[in-house]
């Protein structure tokens, strides 16, 4: 790499054998807009496939079969819905204050000492309870 400016990205699509594939670049070549083009369809198709979800769950004459199919359907969008979050997540930069040496000094040390994660993000903020 040079500039500094390139990082890795994980693209929306598999390779041979279902192995990952990477695209090393800054992010603004023909390449890198069309794994945005297919990210932005892939979840476009997701939130349908919800939509049809919610309306096949309503329907009680839907067949076994039938939720068979979108549940299959469903595990596909979900799989890359996780890839484009995965891909996402790991290009974000990360803040000054995470890591070992943070601006507080060495992890465990600082204001937070002793804070519990669910009382920054409880579970009921996420409509888990």
């Known amino acids: 790499?040079?500039?500094?400016?390139?990082?890795?990205?994980?693209?929306?699509?598999s390779g041979e054998g279902g192995k990952p594939?990477?695209?090393?670049?800054?992010?603004t070549g023909y390449?890198?807009?069309v794994?945005?083009?297919?990210?932005?369809?892939?979840?476009?198709?997701?939130?349908?496939?919800?939509d049809h979800a919610a309306d096949m769950l309503d329907d009680h004459k839907v067949t076994a079969a039938q939720l068979r199919f979108l549940a299959a359907r469903m595990a596909e969008a979900l799989r890359d819905v996780?890839?484009?979050?995965?891909?996402?997540g790991a290009r974000?930069?990360?803040?000054?204050?995470?890591?070992?040496?943070?601006?507080?000094?060495?992890?465990?040390e600082g204001e937070d000492e002793g804070e519990d994660l669910r009382d920054r993000c409880p579970p009921s903020g996420f409509g888990l309870g």
């Open 21 to 27: 594939c990477y695209l090393v670049g800054d992010g």
């Open 35 to 50: 794994a945005d083009a297919i990210e932005s369809v892939q979840l476009g198709m997701s939130a349908a496939l919800l």
């Open 31 to 33: 390449l890198s807009r």
């Open 1 to 13: 790499m040079t500039g500094g400016t390139e990082s890795v990205r994980l693209l929306p699509w």
């Open 92 to 108: 974000l930069p990360l803040p000054a204050h995470d890591g070992p040496e943070g601006p507080d000094g060495p992890e465990g």
């Open 82 to 88: 996780h890839r484009i979050a995965e891909s996402r």
